[in-house]
């Protein structure tokens, strides 16, 4: 049987840990990407051209979370794919919050305390509440690339991603309730309600259920 291979890319500093609920029918084939570290000064599209040196079969389905939804648009532009989805994501800058818009326009971002992201478990020493001591939990679980550079380079690009116009062939799957990426923002989305910008966490159902048919179509 000719499986249909797909390729899944997680959010920023993020291991493919958060894709274990996921799980397609026998006729699918997963392939779970990491995150690498950026060479010196490596801009966005060669990354991804670096990137999809990993990728291996041909016309792949490519799917990413968050950054990873606008690294595998990106990739894209340097293989033949089946298909490309986004969940969490955007598909061009205007899709943006106006926070990270004036972020880039005054490079506030630049000032973004990214040591703290290297050393969760000290931050989750102090006592900041049980609720936030559970989402630390969950970074600690999920967040694995910590790496300094990787985290620097990774927001700027972010950032300063310059896809001022959205590819329409991208499906585009985002929560109602994402506070990263707000829906208000989004365009030509499957919207699934109560989704966060975590819902490849606690959508899962949702989205073992969809994906295949969204692939198939």
Not at 24 to 34: N, V
Not at 89 to 108: D, I
Not at 109 to 118: A, S
Request: hydrophobic share 40%; aromatic share 10%; proline share 4%.
């Amino acid at each position: 049987m000719n499986k249909i291979h797909v390729y899944f890319m997680p959010g920023l500093a993020a291991g493919s840990s958060i894709f274990e609920n996921i799980h397609l029918p026998e006729d699918f084939e997963t392939h779970l990407l990491e995150w690498e570290i950026p060479l010196q000064n490596e801009s966005l599209s060669n990354y991804a051209k670096r990137m999809s040196q990993n990728i291996t079969q041909d016309n792949p389905v490519l799917i990413g979370v968050s950054f990873g939804g606008i690294l595998v648009q990106e990739i894209a532009k340097h293989i033949k794919t089946q298909k490309v989805i986004i969940i969490s994501s955007v598909k061009c800058n205007k899709e943006f919050p106006l926070r990270m818009r004036f972020a880039k326009t005054t490079k506030l971002y630049k000032l973004l305390p990214v040591h703290l992201l290297t050393n969760l478990e000290r931050l989750s020493q102090f006592t900041l509440g049980e609720k936030t001591n559970k989402r630390l939990d969950l970074y600690q679980k999920y967040l694995s690339v910590r790496d300094y550079n990787y985290l620097k380079w990774a927001i700027e690009q972010v950032i300063v991603w310059n896809q001022s116009e959205a590819n329409k062939n991208v499906i585009h799957i985002h929560g109602d309730q994402d506070a990263v990426f707000p829906i208000k923002y989004i365009s030509d989305c499957i919207i699934v309600k109560g989704g966060t910008h975590i819902m490849i966490l606690n959508k899962f159902k949702w989205l073992n259920k969809h994906l295949p048919e969204l692939i198939r179509s």
